[in-house]
């Protein structure tokens, strides 16, 4: 079975302190996503990265950037964290075009 | 206009009742998909579909391209069907990628 793990289930930060959320998958996928979840919003794309050092912008990557130095392994930064950051943050990953395999999230409660 | 809607937002069931969530979109596409939320849980994909219909278990999808249109059914329902279900699709616009535009999703409770 594909897994997909993520840091930290919970996480509470203060205003301007810089967060890292990491993502890490063990299928040799190539496509890996971050979302964040908002009711009402859905699922909105924040940045997907399709190889290593590669990446594209979602719809919403203001306020964040991303990393992936590895295959598993793609991180999510958020510079300079405000409250409207608050949110749950999931991870998936996926193999050429087929289903996305996402990762339990993490909540993420900026103070 | 949201690219993907579904209907109903909220929908509360009997055990063992027949459920049916509908899903619209806009746009062209190479894929939809159905998947499942359990409150606290993670996304787990139930089904991607291209054409036509798919059945696991109790759950069926269906998707008629031409009209834009998908359902996904449960027959006989039972209380740990309750969830959040999410339709996404791939856009034909969205080229050499996987990604997905997502509805808001429909919550269903089901009731003992």
């Known amino acids: ?111 | 206009k949201n690219e993907v809607e579904q209907s109903p937002q909220n929908l509360t069931a009997q055990e063992g009742e027949f459920i049916t969530i509908n899903c619209s979109y806009s746009v062209g596409i190479s894929a939809l998909h159905w998947l499942q939320q359990h409150p606290g849980g993670g996304i787990v994909s139930l089904f991607m579909l291209s054409s036509g219909k798919k059945k696991h278990g109790r759950l069926i999808a269906t998707i008629n391209i031409q009209e834009k249109h998908s359902s996904l059914h449960i027959t006989a329902s039972h209380p740990r069907d309750s969830a959040v279900y999410i339709c996404a699709v791939a856009p034909s616009y969205g080229g050499a990628t996987n990604k997905l535009i997502f509805g808001t999703g429909t919550l269903l409770a089901v009731q003992p």
């Open chain 1, 1 to 111: 079975d594909v897994k997909v793990t993520q840091s930290s289930r919970y996480l509470v930060k203060r205003t301007g302190e810089k967060v890292f959320l990491e993502c890490v998958q063990d299928m040799d996928h190539e496509n890996m996503f971050w979302y964040r979840q908002d009711p009402g919003l859905g699922l909105r794309l924040i940045y997907f990265s399709y190889d290593v050092k590669m990446k594209e912008k979602g719809d919403i990557p203001e306020g964040y950037s991303v990393s992936r130095e590895k295959k598993e392994r793609f991180s999510l930064i958020l510079e300079s964290a405000s409250t409207n950051q608050t949110s749950m943050y999931l991870c998936a990953s996926s193999f050429e075009f087929n289903e996305q395999y996402f990762g339990p999230g993490t909540r993420l409660t900026v103070t």
